[in-house]
């Protein structure tokens, strides 16, 4: 038997794709949002990877979190600043992000940058496409990132854009 010089396979049901892991050098330390006080701005070489998911046992019951993280690299001191952010579902299409949402916060910080006031009073993205997001971070040799720490029921760290540097 043998194959063609074609993409197209016989297995049709076997899907390839492509996963971006971001490689983290040798010797640089890691930080988190919480390391960071409520307002401090954070300067470096922004890489965000694909979306993961992974399923692991909380208390007995099995719990899959779907996830993307976006690493500032700060090359001169050695540090980079992992940030997870969390998604309900699974790849890069997302439905009704709502406010108050670490992915809108920094979704909307970008869109802003991009047009200022075009974000205005709305507090839902009905659709999004990270893939496009990604490839715009991942070109960009500089991001100013804002901490903002939340509370309520409990206390988290999201952030939003300040300012990119292509």
Excluded: C, W
């Excluded at 790849?91 to 006031?117: M, P, Q, W």
């Excluded at 839902?124 to 500089?142: A, C, G, H, M, T």
């Amino acid at each position: 038997m043998s194959f063609e010089n074609s993409k197209q396979t016989i297995f049709t049901g076997t899907q390839l794709d492509y996963e971006e892991i971001v490689e983290i050098p040798e010797g640089y330390e890691k930080a988190e949002l919480k390391d960071f006080e409520d307002g401090t701005l954070i300067r470096g070489r922004p890489e965000m990877a694909s979306v993961s998911s992974f399923t692991f046992d909380d208390d007995g019951e099995e719990k899959t979190v779907n996830r993307f993280k976006l690493y500032i690299f700060q090359d001169a001191d050695k540090i980079y600043v992992e940030i997870n952010v969390n998604l309900k579902n699974d790849g890069d299409i997302h439905k009704n992000v709502r406010k108050g949402s670490v992915l809108f916060d920094f979704l909307t910080s970008i869109l802003e940058l991009e047009n200022a006031g075009s974000v205005g009073k709305s507090n839902i993205l009905r659709n999004v496409d990270l893939s496009e997001y990604r490839e715009f971070v991942n070109r960009l040799s500089e991001m100013t990132i804002q901490v903002k720490e939340r509370s309520g029921t409990y206390t988290f760290y999201s952030f939003i854009v300040r300012d990119v540097q292509v």
